[in-house]
């Protein structure tokens, strides 16, 4: 891997991004709720302004394709695991979350090793299960700062949210991933086989 693909502007937001996480997990530990919706929001922002200048510089790299969803599990994985621990999100939506991303990792990388399969794009129910655990989270921090029944009622929204979309990109991703196989299975089915060897080669 070259250095100058890691120091792109959009690898190294999603690295920064990465750093966020363990003073996110700090403020929350000790109640600075505050402090963790600010760091969590710009987290957040980062997320999208990490894609925005890959597209607008033309920098968009192999490494970026793995890197950013990873720092996304990541972070809304733990996110979700410490909530819950301090018993903000029950644990029956972590459950789930986890289940689904090592799943997804766990298949990813079998089909990376045994296939050479590379082509791992989110789908839309992927990418709106991102958003629903981001919004379910940003809606868990905000009720610890302000318990009012509006924002009560957007967390236990997004939450089941979460819950079905989890459901629901879990069994796309694995349509997702048959189709991807078909298609790569057909891809290198097509290239031209090698031409047999002339008489003057052979044994």
Known sequence: MKLSTLLTAPNQLTLVRMLFLPFIIINLLNH???????????????DGLDGVLARK????????QYLDPI?????MST????????????????????SRDISILAVSAVLYAIAGLRDFRPSIFGKANTFAQVT???????????PLRWVWIARTVFLRAVFAFTII???????????RL??????????PSAPPASASHRI
């Open 136 to 146: 379910a989270v940003f809606f868990v921090l905000l009720f610890d700062l302000e």
């Open 169 to 179: 990109s879990a069994v796309h991703y694995l349509f997702l991933v048959q189709k």
């Open 182 to 191: 078909r298609d790569h299975g057909q891809a290198q089915g097509q290239l």
């Open 57 to 64: 510089l033309k920098q968009q790299t192999m490494l970026g």
């Open 79 to 98: 996110m979700f695991l410490v909530l819950s621990i301090l018993h903000n999100i029950p644990w029956k939506f972590t459950v789930l979350v986890f």
């Open 32 to 46: 600075h709720y505050s402090w963790a919706l600010g760091l969590f929001v710009a987290a957040g922002i980062s």
């Open 71 to 75: 720092a996304d599990k990541l972070l």
